[in-house]
């Protein structure tokens, strides 16, 4: 692998932001790139009454701008429970620790993304992607099965088994005011032999991403996604032949000409304006 494919890519991926992000009463970005570091995938917070849970925890390298960022949305008396880390990949899980060690939180994440965490794998995770070494901790709620309904203050959140970028990828769902929100960390990929993709099960997952109609889209690096007919466009346009394409390259280098020339020809991209 060239290594700095990756960089490049997740380069390419990012969304630019100044200050905190306000996308709902009780719901905020507060980690990403332009927020705390540049390695961070975006870091999401929803608050519950007197609880909170922090969606991802980027790669830790941004943790002191982080601190502040949550201090800003959130009251003195308002706890910080859960932590719901959505795969393994150091972008969103590397500050993961540090900010249990803050708070006191319990980090929560499937059963099958939290062995390469335990185990401190940096391939797997992805930390050599980065130039860094994952840390191994341990996650206090593993996740099992399909759905588990988390009850966090005076709300909740469902935790759904979405595998094929990870192993273990999860989604995050939850209504605030009257709205579905999807926390859909990396719904673009990348599908990837070394973090042990795959590609099937991502497509699947898409499909059943796409039948949750959500009305705003919070992703990991291309921020927030709304209205529910943009939701719409941008997975369907990531399970499309084209979308497929602009991830073959990293998934199977030798199948990557055929494909985008397959794509071109037979299905136009979503036009996300109209």
Same mark, same amino acid.
């Given at each position: 692998?060239n290594?700095t494919?990756?960089?490049?890519?997740?380069?390419?991926?990012?969304?630019?932001a100044e200050v905190?992000?306000k996308?709902?009463n009780?719901?905020?970005q507060?980690?990403g790139?332009g927020?705390?570091?540049p390695s961070?995938?975006a870091?999401?917070?929803?608050r519950f009454?007197d609880?909170a849970a922090?969606?991802?925890?980027?790669?830790?390298?941004?943790?002191?701008?982080?601190?502040?960022n949550?201090?800003?949305?959130?009251e003195?008396?308002?706890?910080?429970?859960?932590l719901?880390?959505t795969?393994c990949?150091f972008?969103h899980?590397?500050g993961?620790?540090a900010v249990?060690?803050?708070?006191?939180c319990?980090?929560?994440? #499937? +059963?099958?993304d939290a062995?390469?965490i335990e185990s401190?794998?940096?391939?797997?995770?992805g930390a050599?992607?980065?130039?860094a070494?994952?840390?191994?901790?341990?996650?206090?709620?593993?996740?099992?099965?399909?759905?588990t309904?988390?009850?966090?203050?005076?709300?909740?959140?469902?935790?759904?088994f979405s595998?094929g970028h990870?192993p273990?990828s999860?989604v995050?769902t939850?209504?605030?005011?009257g +709205?579905?929100?999807?926390?859909?960390?990396?719904? #673009?990929?990348?599908?990837?032999?070394e973090?042990?993709s795959?590609e099937k099960q991502y497509?699947?997952?898409?499909?059943?991403l796409l039948n949750?109609?959500?009305?705003?889209?919070?992703?990991g690096?291309?921020?927030?996604?709304e209205?529910?007919k943009?939701?719409?466009?941008?997975?369907?346009?990531w399970?499309?032949?084209?979308?497929?394409s602009h991830y073959?390259?990293l998934y199977?280098?030798?199948?990557?000409?055929?494909?985008r020339?397959?794509?071109?020809?037979?299905v136009?991209?979503?036009?996300?304006n109209?």
């Amino acid at each position: 692998m060239n290594n700095t494919e990756p960089e490049h890519i997740f380069a390419l991926n990012i969304q630019v932001a100044e200050v905190n992000i306000k996308i709902r009463n009780n719901l905020w970005q507060v980690g990403g790139n332009g927020l705390t570091d540049p390695s961070d995938a975006a870091v999401y917070i929803v608050r519950f009454g007197d609880s909170a849970a922090l969606i991802d925890a980027g790669s830790g390298r941004g943790q002191e701008q982080l601190i502040k960022n949550i201090a800003e949305c959130l009251e003195p008396h308002v706890k910080l429970e859960y932590l719901l880390l959505t795969h393994c990949h150091f972008d969103h899980t590397g500050g993961a620790n540090a900010v249990r060690d803050e708070y006191g939180c319990r980090i929560v994440m #499937h +059963e099958l993304d939290a062995v390469y965490i335990e185990s401190g794998d940096n391939r797997v995770t992805g930390a050599s992607w980065y130039g860094a070494r994952i840390k191994p901790f341990t996650i206090d709620i593993k996740l099992q099965g399909r759905e588990t309904i988390l009850d966090i203050g005076s709300g909740n959140v469902k935790a759904i088994f979405s595998p094929g970028h990870s192993p273990g990828s999860v989604v995050y769902t939850t209504e605030v005011d009257g +709205e579905l929100i999807i926390f859909g960390q990396d719904v #673009h990929g990348p599908i990837h032999s070394e973090l042990l993709s795959d590609e099937k099960q991502y497509l699947d997952s898409l499909t059943e991403l796409l039948n949750l109609d959500g009305d705003v889209l919070l992703e990991g690096h291309f921020g927030v996604i709304e209205p529910k007919k943009e939701v719409r466009g941008f997975i369907e346009y990531w399970r499309s032949p084209i979308g497929v394409s602009h991830y073959a390259i990293l998934y199977a280098p030798d199948d990557w000409d055929p494909r985008r020339g397959k794509a071109a020809t037979s299905v136009q991209p979503t036009d996300m304006n109209d």
